[in-house]
């Protein structure tokens, strides 16, 4: 397969993943329905509460192994990967675009859809920043990424997506790996579990940088 091929596939993913995040799918509301769902709630004292709240919920979301399965029935993506890890990617990314939206950003902007993406890296966030020539200090905060111009941003989109994809082959090895049937939902439930906890971290650290 071409670098072309590599890239188009790299680009395709992104933007399947950010829409299904931006639109909804199935039972999954949108990323704005999400995060209006936080805001109207007046039992918070802030939005650093209402995003704790948030990614706690998320996550138990993908902890729940059927849940996933289920999701995964209705995920469609341009480019084949695991259904499971693509339902697991789409409820990420619509955490990571709630939060961005209570923290006042428009998540239909490809700056923040770029942000959105990035913060299911996790602690790769950095590096893939740095991998794109962006030299970032040792918080990732959305004034420091403000400031990189747009044009990057398409490399650091190809970056992510290669990043993912990746990710999708080493998934892949990991469930062909688990030979227990009785224990391999516990097991898949607990790395989606903590693979979303990071991206809420990274997406706090990204959005609401205080």
Known sequence: MSKDDDESKAEKLIKGITDLAINGVGPLSSSHMLAQEYLIDKSYESNSDRISSLINWETSKNFTTGFITGLGGLITLPVAIPSALGASWAIQARMVGAIAEICGNDIKEDRVRTLMILAICGDSAKEILKQAGVQVGRKLTQKTIEKIPG???????????????????EKGVFNAMKAVPLVSGLVGGVFDAVTCQATG?????IFHSE
């Open 151 to 169: 044009k990057v941003f398409i490399e650091i989109n190809k970056k992510v997506g290669f990043r993912l994809l990746t990710k999708a082959g």
């Open 201 to 205: 971290a990274a997406a706090r650290k």
